[in-house]
């Protein structure tokens, strides 16, 4: 193995040599958790043995997180003679042979298909676990049969806390007995790490400026201090996750919705399927990225929707403008009074199902939550916290028309 100087923050050097089956690592943001696993992934294929596969829900999204990532950690520690990194096939290959492959848990097939050039998967990655379902879990284990018995295998996840029913909460800190004001637990099939900010070295002071000047109680508790959250007044309970894949072919009563932004918001479009019958829509599809000008959102807009009718957030007529000029059928929504407690409304009167890959929709789902005053208490009028929003945004956007019906004077803003 090659001398190396890599700088890794103190409370993270014992899990360089743990070997707990599952090892849990999550807290606040900014605590460096991901930094460390990409890590502790390259000097374990430095050292040979250990192959490695990284997953996220969507598959799109390792190419610009986890994969920069571990490259980073690789040019850091300046050991980029020792690897090569195809980020476009989703593999990183020591040249000892060792590798770390990639792969979305939208793609099953290939997932069951992944097998290293030497040896075999001793270690499995979940990057943002709580995007994850229990059974993903399952099929990963399965992909770590074989190899050399004297290598212990492990399950890696790392992750931001979000809410206290999770099933990850669930299955691996309620049922052993996790503790309010607990940070750690250790044993041979099990061990859990908490870290936030202050366990970084790495933050600037504006960095810990930003975490602490956090006004909002939930977001504040999850990701300045790593807590697991108690969500209060959520505002939508009718929903609920499926496997949508076998029967998006059906789906042909299609609704687009599109909500910009650029840089420190992300543009999302929201598609689905709505079942007038039973009211019930199928949400299927989605787009969630930032940096993404006009002409690129243009691409995936017509990537994702073709010619199909999108609803955009009419806040921004240049934008809409400059769509349609690339040839996007896209139309600014309405303006009127209350629009957004209506759609909410008129949303909250149907059944949502979404499917399991529309992560980002799960996520504004979960945590949508309705604004309250400095003692605790909903404002009056209910107004819901404009934040994390963008898909609901779009998806209220796409149901204008049967919201509020096609009479001119019913329609209301939905931006």
């Known amino acids: 193995m090659p001398q190396t100087t890599i700088t890794v923050n103190d409370i993270y050097l014992p899990l360089l040599e743990n070997t707990s089956r599952v090892q849990i690592l999550y807290g606040g943001s900014s605590s460096g ?27 799109r ?50 997932i069951k298909s992944i097998t290293p050039e030497k040896g075999a998967i001793t270690d499995v990655w979940i990057e943002e676990a709580t995007e994850i379902q229990r059974d993903d879990v399952k099929q990963l284990l399965k992909r770590q049969r074989g190899g050399d018995e004297g290598i212990p295998k492990r399950l890696h996840m790392t992750f931001n806390p979000i809410y206290q029913s999770h099933w990850i909460y669930e299955d691996y800190f309620a049922l052993n007995g996790w503790e309010t004001d607990q940070t750690e637990h250790i044993s041979p099939e099990l061990s859990i790490l908490k870290t936030w900010y202050i366990h970084n070295n790495f933050l600037t002071k504006q960095d810990v400026e930003g ?25 939508f309970t009718n929903w609920r996750i499926e496997d949508l894949s076998e029967k998006q ?8 919705g599109l909500d910009f932004g650029f840089a420190s918001h992300p543009a999302a479009i929201s598609i689905s399927h709505y079942d007038k019958t039973r009211k019930r829509i199928y949400i299927f599809g989605e787009l969630y990225e930032t940096g993404l000008t006009n002409d690129l959102l ?36 309405k303006k009127g009074k209350d629009s957004i407690t209506f759609g909410i409304d008129w949303l909250k009167q149907q059944e949502i199902i979404v499917d399991k890959r529309c992560v980002n929709h799960i996520e504004e789902l979960q945590q949508y939550q309705w604004k309250k005053d400095a003692n605790g208490n909903p404002v009056n009028p209910p107004k819901p916290v ?20 096609r009479d001119a004077d019913k329609l209301v803003d939905f931006a």
């Open 249 to 256: 072919n059906q789906f042909d009563n299609r609704r687009n």
């Open 61 to 110: 999204t390792l190419r610009r997180s986890v994969i920069n990532e571990i490259r980073k950690a690789i040019t850091d520690a300046g050991l980029t003679e020792y690897f090569d990194i195809n980020k476009s096939e989703g593999i990183i290959t020591c040249k000892n042979g060792y590798q770390a492959l990639f792969a979305g848990l939208d793609d099953v097939e290939k």
């Open 33 to 59: 958790k991901s930094v460390f696993k990409a890590q502790q992934c390259s000097l374990d294929l430095l050292a040979g043995g250990r192959n490695w596969l990284i997953c996220r829900a969507v598959a």
């Open 211 to 235: 975490l602490l000047n956090e006004k909002d109680e939930y977001y504040r508790n999850v990701y300045t201090y790593g807590n697991w959250g108690v969500l209060g007044d959520v505002i």
């Open 386 to 405: 404009d934040r994390d929003n963008h898909l609901l945004d779009a998806l209220r956007y796409a149901y204008e028309d049967d919201a509020v019906g």
């Open 298 to 333: 243009s691409e995936e807009a017509r990537r994702m929707c073709g010619n199909e009718r999108i609803i955009g957030d009419s806040a921004e007529p240049k934008s809409i403008a400059e769509m349609q000029q690339h040839g996007i059928s896209i139309v600014g929504a």
